[in-house]
């Protein structure tokens, strides 16, 4: 096999070169933002620390594996974890065996699992199961996760998942916020409506969108440029203040969202979620002989998981339909001809204003003048 560099010229090998460098560099910095860390310090039970423990981080869904070892303090940290359920596991020759179950990683969450370790054999396991929930005190960010089953069971109108960021502390928008802001539908240039934020007082452009940890800003009005189904959607976080290095670019907040992947267990769904216009109620202004405007909106799609190679290659994919049919009632009031011709005679509740005692014609007259004058 012939390597990549193979017949290139030395600009071109340098050029090469950058060009995965960048690439490569892109990917790091993407799949940091979306994954999850996981630290701690490993002691004994007389409180002293315990170098050279190895640790094994194992993910329930897909099997896959991430081994360290603690330093000479007994701190160990594991980055880059995609958010799910795992299982710590914990063996130092002389020791009982720990495994610790029940530990769930959410998007960029740095989670702190301490361990203490018991003389024993090392065949003897001890299984910790029913923990506190982990606390994400490493970090001073400041955000609010909305996990899946919140995402599946809120009720959406439009199935639009930006609609539950407003859960978070200080955010508004999305129907609730100012009226007529870029991104809210009601203007011509709106390129993404439904997804206006604001955020402790920030206008609805200051936010920073990511997808899986990548740039998914529209570069125009600064709105959200892909708005996943919210099938294909596995949780996400909107972080208000105190941002890391890494996404602290934009004053608003920051929507992180991670979509759903394959694991070694097959799942899927197939959904629609239908409007008509048989359920609403008639416009209370309308002529009663009209029939009521139509309304059709239709949702539909579905979704599969599952894997190719267990433990090694999965695969997600999702499909949504939307088709909409609406028809909008609209009810004027025209002058007629008389009325074009100043003659209210016929309109009730008007009121003349020329002067008590004045006499018809006086008044036209005056009427007359102002209308040349004017």
């Known amino acids: 096999m012939k390597p990549l560099t193979a017949g290139l010229a030395p600009n071109g090998r340098f050029l090469l070169g950058v060009f995965l460098s960048c690439l490569f560099s892109c990917l790091s ?5 979306a994954t999850s860390t996981l630290t701690g310090t490993v002691l004994d039970s007389s409180g002293a620390a315990v170098p050279g423990t190895a640790i094994t981080v194992r ?33 130092k020759a002389g020791f009982r065996q720990v495994e610790r179950e029940g530990i769930r990683l959410e998007v960029n969450q740095t989670a702190r699992v301490d361990l203490t370790l018991h003389v024993g ?4 396991i001890v299984e910790v199961v029913g923990a506190v929930p982990l606390i994400d005190s490493d970090t001073s960010s400041i955000g609010q996760v909305i996990e899946t089953k919140a995402i599946e069971d809120l009720p959406l109108n439009g199935r639009n998942f930006a609609q539950l960021a407003i ?29 206006e934020l604001f955020s402790n007082g920030n206008r609805e452009n200051s936010n920073n969108f990511l997808i899986d940890g990548i740039d998914n800003n529209e570069r125009l009005t600064l709105s959200i440029v892909l708005r996943p189904s919210v099938e294909a959607v596995r949780e996400f976080k909107i972080q ?14 920051t929507v992180n969202v991670v979509t ?11 959904y629609e979620f239908l409007r008509n216009d048989k359920h609403d109620a008639r416009n209370y202004f309308a002529p009663p002989n009209l029939p009521k405007p139509a309304h059709r909106q239709n ?22 339909g939307y088709r909409r049919r609406q028809e909008r009632l609209q009810i004027g009031t025209v002058p007629t001809l008389a009325m074009r011709r100043g003659d209210f005679s016929a309109v009730r509740d008007i009121y003349d204003h020329a002067p008590r005692g004045q006499r018809p014609g006086q008044h036209q007259a005056l009427r007359a003048r102002h209308s040349r004058t004017v």
């Open 299 to 320: 949702q539909f799609g579905g979704t599969l998981g599952g894997n190719i190679v267990p433990n090694k290659l999965f695969f997600f994919g999702n499909y949504e």
């Open 167 to 195: 859960l978070g502390p200080g955010v508004v928008g999305v129907g609730f916020g100012a009226k007529n802001a870029i991104m809210s539908g009601n203007r011509p240039d709106d390129l993404r409506p439904g997804s």
């Open 59 to 91: 993910n329930i869904g897909t099997g896959n594996e991430r081994s360290v070892s603690s330093g000479e303090a007994g701190d160990y940290t594991v980055r880059f974890l995609a958010p799910g359920d795992y299982i710590l596991i914990v063996a």
């Open 29 to 33: 910095l993407a799949f940091g933002q």
């Open 260 to 270: 759903k992947s394959g694991s070694n267990r097959w799942h899927g769904s197939a």
């Open 121 to 124: 054999d090392v065949s003897q």
């Open 240 to 253: 208000i203040n105190m941002f890391a290095a890494d996404q602290g670019r934009n004053s608003g907040a």
